[in-house]
């Protein structure tokens, strides 16, 4: 009687010994994914970056880079990551003065900040993946899985975009041939959220970097990509970009028509 007990609680203790190592060490063993969100000050900004950020919580080994468009970091931003609890980096940096009336290439200052603290602080034995993921998309949480393992560079289907349900790489043969877009005319027809590259390809590319200055609307993913990859290079995800798994859904505009005195004492 006494031996099955002994026997029972030696069992007990090294399952909770494997469960805690598996715990612990699956993190590590995984790709991290880099996800780069540049974000503004608008009345929709924290309900924004609260969706996000209940998605990204959920994506083991995930690192979310979020750079603000903006002189300072804002209290809001500060205070939400640090109630968060996920792994991340807070950023900022100002959209350049020729654009404050407006540039094409929203957020490009932005993503290229997340780049170069990639550069900085991450090196070729490091491995992980960076996911360009704004703050008014809506995300399956298996797009995440879909890209963990990019060799180089993936692709898969966006949906609500281009004045469509969805544009998508077309796959033949488990290669991509082509689009289907409403814009052709671009190299890669892909979204900022269509795609995902490899960690050490961002870092062996320096020169990768989203233009401002004479960019034209509608090219900054198109641009970027070229400079790094072909299109034969690119590996089809979501069961052959069959699957939409990630909608640029974007928010609603605000509507605060209404000019009243507001109370000081509530958190917005
Ligand atoms: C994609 O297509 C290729 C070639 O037709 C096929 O071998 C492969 O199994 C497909 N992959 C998925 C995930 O369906």
Not at 122 to 149: A, I, K, Q, W
Request: glycine share 6%.
């Amino acid at each position: 009687m006494r031996h099955s007990i002994c026997i029972l609680l030696a069992c007990g203790l090294i399952m909770a010994v494997m469960l805690h190592l598996s715990v612990k060490e699956t993190p590590l063993d995984i790709p991290v994914i880099y996800v780069i969100t540049p974000t503004h000050t608008r009345p929709t900004q924290k309900a924004d970056l609260t969706q996000l950020g209940n998605t990204l919580r959920q994506v083991p080994n995930l690192h979310w880079i979020v750079v603000e468009d903006a002189d300072f970091k804002s209290p809001l931003v500060a205070k939400f990551l640090l109630n968060l609890r996920i792994s991340y980096t807070h950023l900022n940096v100002p959209k350049p003065d020729y654009c404050k009336s407006g540039c094409v290439a929203r957020g490009s200052e932005q993503r290229n900040l997340g780049l170069d603290w990639l550069r900085r602080n991450r090196g070729p034995l490091d491995s992980g993946v960076v996911y360009f993921g704004d703050d008014d998309n809506t995300y399956d949480l298996e797009v995440f899985e879909e890209m963990r393992y990019t060799k180089h560079v993936s692709v898969w289907p966006v949906g609500l975009i281009g004045s469509r349900r969805y544009e998508r790489p077309l796959v033949r043969d488990g290669r991509v041939v082509s689009w289907y877009t409403r814009y052709p005319g671009r190299r890669f027809c892909t979204d900022m959220a269509g795609f995902a590259v490899n960690l050490n390809l961002i870092l062996a590319n320096p020169e990768a970097r989203f233009n401002l200055k004479g960019a034209k609307a509608g090219m900054q993913e198109s641009d970027f990509l070229s400079k790094i990859t072909k299109l034969e290079y690119l590996e089809p995800r979501a069961n052959n970009c069959t699957k939409v798994l990630v909608w640029h859904t974007r928010t609603e505009k605000a509507s605060l028509h209404e000019h009243v005195t507001e109370n000081v004492d509530i958190e917005v």
